[in-house]
């Protein structure tokens, strides 16, 4: 991170004005480079507003007397993600997702989706999540696949009791249908 040098006693009272000319022009110079570290500097086009917002990671900043909120950067999993920091919680706003055929999302207050799809000629298996639900995992929902259009045989997926857990969930088909070859599945939790 970048030091400023700033002498907020400048210009000093009694002082002659061309004393502190060197020490003023330090401060303009400061100030001008605090600008133009987050905004479009001054005579530019936009001057003033912002080009970006760079945020220092915080463990857990507090929030500022008079203020709802702050708005920080902080590590998760070992990447640095915004967050938002009110009275009641803190939110991370954007977190790591997994964009694939077995994937997850993570919305802004900790609830995570996830889904994949299980082919398989046996009539019991398991599923791991590809991330684990770190308080408990609410829903799971079972799509069976076919692989012909002509036979749409009702599907006996279920879970296994217990039905889920964290980590994942055991399924199993009582009839299976030839024509079936797997399921898709999502899971809903925290």
Known sequence: ?????????????????SDDQPLM?????????????DHFGFRQTNGGTHRKVTLTNTANPA????????????????????????AAATYQ?????????????????GIKFQWGIVVSASSTGSVVFPSAFTTACYNVQLTPTVSSS??????????????????????????RASSQTGFFWMAIGK
């Not at 950067?73 to 070992?78: I, P």
């Not at 706003?93 to 207050?109: E, K, R, V």
């Not at 749409?152 to 009839?175: E, I, K, R």
Request: net charge negative; charged share 5%; aromatic share 14%.
């Open 1 to 17: 991170m970048t030091t400023f040098p700033f002498n907020p006693s400048i210009p000093a009272s009694g002082n002659d004005p």
């Open 25 to 37: 022009q330090n401060n303009n110079n400061s100030t001008f480079l605090i600008v133009d570290v």
């Open 63 to 86: 929030i500022p007397a008079g203020a709802n909120a702050v708005f920080f950067g902080n590590l998760a999993s070992g990447q640095s993600y915004p967050f938002w920091k009110n």
């Open 93 to 109: 706003l954007i977190n790591a997702d997994s964009a694939a055929a077995n994937g997850y999302f993570t919305t802004a207050t």
């Open 150 to 175: 002509s036979n749409h045989a009702s599907s006996d997926y279920v879970l296994n009791t217990p039905p889920v857990s964290t980590t994942g969930f055991t399924w199993y088909q009582a009839d």
